[in-house]
């Protein structure tokens, strides 16, 4: 039987990747795609994330969902992965719409209706906190939650502090983190060093001639070119695809180990910091003031820290050939 599979995605060429390599496992059944205001606004993700679909000639329902953060101005990532989130390529319109019900409500009832279900999440963590909120025992019907976000114990992508996903949204995030979500956290370092796609995979992908490959390539030009301004690496990093990896199959991921994480929302300085307690001093008499309401809560989220990068490239050139 397959496993069923809900995504929560703000579309922009990395999620597209991913999707399609959630689309195209064999032993799985996304169930719902849901949309969410992050890289680029919700119109445009939602359009992407049918595109995406269409392309893999898949019929799954796609939700629209949240406009904005729950108490921020949405800042969107268009810098990185161009005004459409796809490189500017000017691919054409999807023939279908986005059903008609709101992704939080559709959240709610997909996750009512499939429980044990596998969340994947993909960008801010808006839709998911609304959905918590309004419902807050849909977390103990999950029975993963993949989330690619954060930077825990290492540099961010968008502040020294905080990734790009937790940083959008960080009162989303807190709320998810300290909800009872079975939360595997699987950050932007992941995606970093020899998981970046070099010249060889890049030609490896193109040599397999495929319609799929050809897109996931060229959607990520404009990424490709941004992420070697940012950090100097020449390569495609894939964050979305790589946690789409460890969702289809935990043991690329090789070092995890389980922490209390709680996320900052007050300092601008680390405003959507992953603060991650690996020293388990949160315990610490000295400590229990801050960390009430994560002790209180008494749930440690799983972190990955590494992963297996050929295990997770093979996964991915399997998914496009």
């Known amino acids: 039987m397959p496993r069923a599979f809900l995504i929560d995605t703000d579309v922009a060429s990395d999620d597209a990747v991913a999707l399609i390599m959630a689309l195209r496992a064999p032993d799985v059944r996304v169930v719902a795609i849901t949309t969410v205001a992050g890289n680029v606004d919700v119109q445009q993700a939602t359009r992407n994330a049918l595109f995406t679909v269409e392309l893999c000639e898949a019929e799954v329902p796609v939700y629209r969902g949240a406009e904005k953060p729950l108490a921020r101005a949405h800042e969107n990532a268009t810098w990185f992965h161009g005004r459409d989130g796809l490189g500017d390529h000017n691919y054409p319109a999807p023939r279908q719409s986005a059903q008609a019900i709101h992704a939080v409500d559709a959240m709610i009832d997909t996750i009512g209706a499939n429980p044990g279900l596998v969340l994947v999440t993909l960008g801010p963590l808006t839709n998911v906190a609304l959905a918590l909120t309004k419902k807050p025992e849909i977390a103990t019907k999950v029975g993963r939650c993949v989330v690619m976000g954060g930077a825990p114990c290492c540099e961010g992508n ?164």
């Open 158 to 321: 968008v502040t020294p502090a905080a990734e790009y996903n937790i940083w959008v949204d960080p009162e989303a995030a807190r709320i998810v983190m300290l909800s009872g979500l079975p939360v595997e956290l699987v950050g932007w370092q992941t995606c970093r060093g020899e998981a970046v796609l070099n010249e060889a995979d890049i030609a490896r992908i193109q040599a397999e001639g495929s319609e799929l490959g050809r897109f996931a390539i060229e959607c990520n030009s404009h990424a490709r070119t941004a992420y070697k301004v940012q950090t100097g690496e020449d390569g495609i990093a894939l964050p979305d695809p790589v946690a789409m990896s460890v969702a289809l199959d935990p043991s690329i991921g090789t070092e995890w180990s389980e922490h209390y994480i709680d996320v900052e929302i007050r300092s601008e300085l680390t405003r959507g910091m992953t603060v991650v307690d690996r020293l388990d001093v949160a315990a610490d008499e000295r400590n229990r003031t801050v960390w009430a309401p994560v002790l209180e809560q008494g749930h440690k989220t799983k972190v990955c820290w590494t992963i297996d990068a050929g295990r997770w490239k093979e996964a991915l050139f399997a998914a496009l050939r």
